[in-house]
Antibody
Framework: EVQLVESGGGLVQPGGSLRLSCAAS????????MNWVRQAPGKGLEWISY????????YYADSVKGRFTISRDNAKNSLFLQMNSLRDEDTAVYYC??????????????WGQGTLVTVSS | DIQMTQSPSSLSASVGDRVTITCRAS??????LNWYQKKLGKAPKLLIH???SLQSGVPSRFSGSGSGTDFSLTISSLQPEDFATYYC?????????FGQGTKVEIK
């Protein structure tokens, strides 16, 4: 069974840092591109970052570019999101999601349960 | 960036009703369009990918259609467990943008 388990969320002050982890199991992690998606309280889903299998291709949403860094450790079946210079508007539940493809169409079939990040003084 | 606009933003419906949610892309996205269901406190659930491909295990009352820039999700007979928020998503280009969501509530 595919499992994605996020951890590392918590309360942090504005300007602070936090590192999220996503532990993968039940599949060959190194074969799948991965994403981070977040949902702020009362708001919609927001895609924030993508990383390819070998980490050779990385994308960020403009809202986090220059502040967040996505990475992965295929040997440890883990995905990470290093979040620096955190702002109030980064308060959200953060999900990792596994990418799938059907004739080049990417979709997110498997998601973790999410981890809550609260940025507040 | 490609903007995804869903309508309506919310709707009230009764069990058994036929419900249609539309999603419009700000530019051509071919068939790179997915639909997700989101319930409070739960992870998003993929319903449909590539416009109309129903995810395994998703009831057949869900269907998707459209092409180019205009798409729709239809629930043929709304069930109690379908009350949730629905999001479309384009994966034609980066950033992978979502619509703002459509909340389906009980009338």
């Amino acid at each position: 069974e595919v499992q994605l388990v996020e951890s590392g969320g918590g309360l942090v002050q504005p300007g602070g840092s936090l590192r999220l982890s996503c532990a993968a199991s039940g599949f060959t992690f190194s074969s799948y591109n991965m994403n981070w998606v977040r949902q702020a309280p009362g708001k919609g889903l927001e895609w924030i970052s993508y990383i390819s299998t070998s980490s050779s291709t990385i994308y960020y949403a403009d809202s986090v570019k220059g502040r967040f860094t996505i990475s992965r450790d295929n040997a440890k079946n883990s995905l990470f999101l290093q979040m620096n210079s955190l702002r109030d508007e980064d308060t959200a539940v953060y999900y990792c999601a596994r990418a799938h493809y059907d004739d080049y169409v990417e979709y997110f079939q498997h998601w973790g349960q999410g981890t809550l990040v609260t940025v507040s003084s | 960036d490609i903007q995804m606009t869903q309508s309506p933003s919310s709707l009230s419906a009764s069990v058994g009703d036929r419900v249609t949610i539309t999603c419009r892309a700000s530019q051509y996205i071919s068939n790179y369009l997915n639909w997700y269901q989101k319930k409070l406190g739960k992870a998003p659930k993929l319903l449909i990918h590539a416009v109309s491909s129903l995810q395994s295990g998703v009831p057949s009352r869900f269907s998707g259609s459209g092409s180019g820039t205009d798409f729709s999700l239809t629930i043929s007979s709304l069930q109690p467990e379908d009350f949730a928020t629905y999001y479309c998503q384009q994966t034609y280009s980066t950033p992978r943008t979502f619509g703002q969501g459509t909340k389906v509530e009980i009338k």
